[in-house]
Structure formats: structure tokens, C-alpha cells
């Protein structure tokens, strides 16, 4: 019997499960990507995020931030995102790229009800994210629904990059191509 990594299709139910399990476990890999965006200026930015969502069928991970943090400016310049997932017990290297709606109000309302009071004050920082303050403490939570986001993304590619003990194996999977498989040189 194959290996997962031998196939194009073994790999792509892998980079699913490890999604899949990254929204459900918290000490999964894939609960913490890294989120790249590109600002206004042009330039790069990343940060670690939580994967709220993963949903095969339709191709989309979904993460919530507060609107008025950095990322959601970039998302307005350039909706396109890339985000990447190293799964090493796997050996196994997700990265993709998909196209961020901004969601808020009304849209999100059942997501918002859903959250945790704990966890709500994540959105609702005054002043916003990245504003500098005079001390540690010059700063307030308080949940705010206005200020609760969600990035939907709608993915278009993903690649799977395994390090295997005797070869490396890459594959390029396109949403525009039926999310078949092309390997590629590692
Ligand atoms: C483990 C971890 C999880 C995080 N999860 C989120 C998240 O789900 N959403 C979010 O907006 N920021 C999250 N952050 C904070 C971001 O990394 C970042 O500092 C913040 O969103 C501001 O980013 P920005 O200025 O680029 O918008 C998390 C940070 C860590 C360390």
C-alpha cells in the first residue's frame, strides 16, 4: 500500500485533514498559521493567526480579527492572502492563497453569538490595534461587535511541500484547474 505523500490525492486529503483538525484542536498545527498580506505601501506582513474555518467543499478557511487592525486595511488594498501551516510530525509544509472578503454587522451576527464572552473582548481594542500608547496598560478591551471581522477566504491554490526521508515531493493543486495536481520540482 501507498504512502499518503506517493499520490497528488493522498497529499491534498492530507493538507484537508491537517486544516480540518487545526479548527477542531488547538494544539494542532494548522490552529496557527501564519497570515500574510501585502500593506498599502506594497510591502510584506505576516502574523499568526487561528483558523476558525476550513471547509473543503467550498475551498475557504475563515479567520476573525478586530476591523480595525492592520491586516484589514491590507485586505481592502489587496484581497489577496497567502497562508502557511508547517505540520511537522507530517513533514508536511501548506501554503495557499486565497481571496479575502471582509465580513461584519448583520453578516457575522451568528458567528459573533457564538464566541465565547471571554474571547470577545479580542475585538474591541481602543485605541486600535498597533496604535502606540504611552505604557503597557494604556489600553481597553471591551467587545465590540462593530469591530468583529471575519476574513473569508476563498482559496485558489494550495501547495504541499513533504519532506520525505528519501525524496521531497511537491504539488501545485489549482482551484481554477478542478483542484488537480502538478507536481513540481521541491
Ligand atoms: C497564537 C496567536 C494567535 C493569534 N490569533 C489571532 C487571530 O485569530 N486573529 C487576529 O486578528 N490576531 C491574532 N493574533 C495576533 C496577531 O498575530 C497580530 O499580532 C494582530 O492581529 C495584529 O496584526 P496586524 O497589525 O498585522 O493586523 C494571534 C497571535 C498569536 C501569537
Known amino acids: 500500500m501507498s504512502e499518503w505523500f506517493e499520490t497528488q490525492t493522498g497529499m491534498l486529503d492530507e493538507v484537508w485533514r491537517q486544516l480540518t ?13 501564519v497570515l500574510a498580506t501585502v500593506s498599502a505601501d506594497g510591502l510584506p506582513e505576516a502574523r499568526t493567526v487561528v483558523l476558525r474555518a476550513a471547509e473543503r467543499s467550498a475551498a475557504r478557511i475563515e479567520i476573525h480579527t478586530d476591523l480595525n487592525s492592520a491586516k484589514v486595511a491590507s485586505l481592502h488594498h489587496q484581497p489577496m492572502a497567502a497562508l502557511h501551516v508547517w505540520a511537522s510530525k507530517a513533514h508536511l509544509q501548506i501554503r495557499l492563497a486565497a481571496r479575502m472578503t471582509i465580513r461584519t454587522g448583520d453578516e457575522v451576527e451568528r458567528i459573533w453569538a457564538a464566541i465565547p464572552e471571554a474571547s470577545r473582548g479580542n475585538y474591541g481594542v481602543t485605541p486600535a490595534p498597533g ?6 496598560r ?8 462593530s469591530a468583529f471581522a471575519v ?7 494550495i501547495e504541499a511541500l513533504h519532506l520525505g526521508r528519501d525524496l521531497h515531493r511537491r504539488v501545485l493543486y489549482r482551484a481554477d484547474a478542478g483542484w488537480s495536481g502538478q507536481w513540481l520540482a521541491p
Open 138 to 145: 494604556a489600553f481597553a478591551r471591551a467587545p465590540d461587535r
Open 151 to 157: 476574513l473569508d477566504g476563498q482559496i485558489q491554490w
Open 131 to 136: 496604535t502606540p500608547i504611552a505604557d503597557d
Open 21 to 33: 483538525r487545526g479548527v477542531a484542536d488547538a494544539k494542532a498545527p494548522a490552529r496557527h498559521p
